[in-house]
């Protein structure tokens, strides 16, 4: 593990709670990916919630992405997606203990203004760490490396497959229906667990 000098994380849409215990990883320095070709059906545009049905996905729509760099690739605003997907974070969420306390906070990843799909998601992180009043030094990578010496996360975290890491339950609103969902967005853990979260993921063993 300590051969590594840092972590290089793929830039996601409120990232999965699993990339945030290596984003804490306070032993390396931590590198985002911005020249990587966009990958679609990744969290790079889409998050998970836990909504009345069970695990929710929503998703960014992208301008016909073809071979663009994640930092070039635009959003699309033919459907007004900012609208659902926030309706569908206030009805998932409404009822969790801590939503109230951050709701103007989140809000906020909805009102800026860009089509820049990278902007927007790092834009969403500053505030989420803001709410977890915790911050990390990043930089964005300078050049595309095939294989990097760095603990490589871009394709460790998939909608598709399962991690690995374990997770301690906690209370999630639906959970009495539809159990405990693991490794869900971040906004799933501040919503119920509140100023608990940032212990709660630093508590995360690493398989690295």
């Not at 699993?18 to 679609?40: G, H, I, N, P, R």
Request: include cysteine.
């Amino acid at each position: 593990m300590n051969h590594h000098k840092s972590i290089l994380l793929p830039i996601f849409y409120l990232p999965p709670i699993s990339w945030f215990a290596y984003f804490f990883q306070t032993d390396f320095s931590v590198k985002l990916e911005q020249q990587e070709s966009f990958l679609k059906q990744t969290f790079r545009n889409r998050t998970e919630i836990y909504g009345a049905n069970g695990k929710l996905t929503l998703s960014i729509p992208i301008q016909k992405p073809g071979r663009k760099k994640i930092n070039e690739v635009q959003m699309s605003f033919a459907e007004n997606w900012k609208a659902q997907h926030w309706k569908s974070i206030v009805s998932a969420y409404k009822n969790a203990p801590y939503f109230e306390y951050y709701q103007d906070e989140l809000r906020k990843i909805y009102q800026l203004e860009t089509e820049n799909l990278m902007e927007f998601n790092l834009n969403g992180l500053q505030i989420i760490l803001k709410i977890l009043k915790s911050s990390v030094d990043y930089q964005l990578t300078q050049d595309y490396q095939f294989q990097s010496e760095d603990w490589d996360g871009r394709s460790f975290f998939s909608p598709k497959t399962d991690t690995n890491l374990s997770f301690d339950s906690y209370y999630q609103v639906f959970s009495d229906k539809g159990g405990f969902l693991k490794n869900l967005s971040i906004l799933d853990l501040i919503c119920n667990k509140g100023p608990e979260s940032l212990t709660y993921i630093k508590k995360i063993k690493l398989i690295m």
